[in-house]
């Protein structure tokens, strides 16, 4: 990757085909209908932001954000729904360069803290102490319940 620029940009229509890509490096198999369908809801919530890193024009990763109120804390926050990098292009500062848009769109919207969940498995190995560079602190155990 040197000497190749990465431009950090909002997320259109046009990038649906990589984002299915990265989606599914991140575990989350879907098709182009379907987050066609997804990006379609998103778009009309201004709560709701997505970023892209490009390299040579092409979409290597993405961050979702989401801006939300707590019941358990005053202010606006700011959660990272999502956060992928193609994995030819893992460890060349992609993910910080996302990292820090989210963090620039967070302030842009007040919020006094950006936190994130990440599965406990195995191979989120890396990408928690990636977290823990950046500054994130291991506080909480997600839990999900299916309906």
């Known amino acids: 990757m040197n000497n190749h620029t990465v431009v950090i940009r909002e997320a259109h229509q046009q990038d649906i085909t990589p984002l299915v890509g990265l989606m599914e490096q991140l575990g989350y198999p879907t098709t182009e209908e379907v987050f066609k369908i997804r990006m379609d809801a998103l778009e009309q919530h201004e709560d709701y932001q997505i970023f892209v890193a490009e390299v040579d024009e092409q979409v290597v990763g993405m961050i979702g954000l989401i801006r939300e109120l707590r019941f358990e804390r005053d202010g606006v926050h ?39 969940n990440s599965g406990n498995r195995d191979e989120r190995t890396g990408a928690h102490e990636f977290y823990r560079k950046l500054g994130f602190a291991g506080l909480s155990t997600g839990f999900v319940k299916k309906l």
């Open 78 to 116: 700011v959660r990272i729904g999502s956060l992928v990098v193609n994995e030819q292009y893992r460890g060349a500062g992609i993910g910080h360069s996302l990292v820090q848009a989210a963090e620039g769109w967070a302030g842009s919207v007040g919020a006094q803290a950006i936190a994130l």
